[in-house]
């Protein structure tokens, strides 16, 4: 199939996108800046520019495609002000639509990138796909769209499906910023670090997102993650203690709020607990890591170079 990919050069879209066409899939890749997508084109990728604000610069591509992959976000930098929120929940909110009715009318297939904090209220428990949404802030969007997809694939037939990852990491993203903090001393816990992240490395995600354009359900959410999940402080300090720094000190919440922004912070202190056994049974995906302790071996050469250069 020939798939465009959104967000094609961002962390979980580069590795949807080598993913596919390590599959034999032809990725048409759609970016805001093609000199990122350098490496996507040298191993096969076709490029397309555009914007998420410019719906002209990507409906029309639907129509030179089979299937759509979703995965471009506004990249927010700084404090999460309720301005960037809005901001970034609305550009979703536009392409989104856009691209789901072009697919509905279309016959194509659409797969929307969503994650797990929309189930970030449910403390310790472990929670399967058919639990209620209850978001946190920064993922109100992402279930907004669920919500709406899934309307759209019972009353128009759009063949959606719905991939949430936990907490994706890997040699880039947030987990190389936080490594690089760490090694500079500029790295604290908020709070006590005593809630839970389900884990999934970026590879193994790319790898889910193929198998669900091959056999995924339309209609279906699929949640991503390993079988071990991590309290955040025990996340942070397995990675201190691998580039060879002290356990981090804690930060009140309310400072990290003014600084940050409630949103984030309440995002990073949410806790989730997901399954990922629908995955495995009806995608057939088998994660290469089935754990961060697995994976971290292979990451800490990168981050300590790049802590060291940056």
């Known amino acids: 199939m020939r798939v465009l990919v959104t967000g094609a050069t961002g962390f979980v879209g580069r590795a949807i996108s080598f993913a596919l066409l390590r599959h034999g899939h032809g990725v048409l890749a759609f970016v805001r800046d093609p000199e990122k997508a350098r490496d996507l084109l040298s191993a096969g990728a076709a490029i397309a520019r555009g914007d998420m604000w410019q719906p002209d610069t990507y409906v029309p591509l639907v129509a030179e495609v089979d299937a759509v992959i979703h995965a471009a976000q506004i990249v927010t930098k700084g404090r999460f002000s309720r301005v960037k929120i809005v901001e970034m929940h609305v550009s979703d909110a536009q392409m989104t639509a856009a691209v789901a009715g072009a697919c509905a009318d279309q016959g194509k297939a659409f797969i929307y990138t969503s994650g797990a ?7 310790g428990e472990w929670i399967e796909e058919t639990a209620t949404a209850r978001p946190c802030l920064l993922a109100h969007g992402h279930a907004e769209r669920e919500a709406e997809l899934l309307e759209m694939h019972r009353d128009r037939g759009l063949k959606a499906m719905i991939v949430s990852p936990g907490f994706v990491y890997g040699p880039g993203g947030f987990l190389l910023t936080t490594a690089k903090m760490l090694q500079r001393g500029r790295y604290r816990m908020i709070g006590r670090g005593d809630n839970f992240w389900s884990l999934v490395h970026v590879d ?36 201190a203690a691998g580039l060879g720094v002290p356990p981090v000190g804690n930060a009140p919440a309310w400072l990290m709020k003014l600084l940050a922004g409630p949103a984030l912070v309440e995002a990073l202190t949410s806790s989730f607990r997901v399954r990922a056994d629908k995955a495995h049974r009806e995608l057939g995906w088998t994660p290469r890591y089935e754990s961060f302790a697995a994976a971290l071996p292979d990451l800490l050469p990168q981050f300590r170079s790049e802590g060291s250069s940056g």
């Not at 091959?214 to 996340?235: K, N, Q, T, V, W």
Request: net charge negative; hydrophobic share 40%; proline share 5%.
């Open 117 to 123: 904090l929309t189930h970030a209220k449910y403390g």
């Open 204 to 239: 193994d995600v790319g790898e889910a997102f193929a198998l669900a354009l091959e056999r995924g359900r339309p209609g279906e959410c699929y949640f991503l993650a390993d079988e071990h999940p991590m309290l955040r402080r025990d996340f942070i300090n397995a990675v």
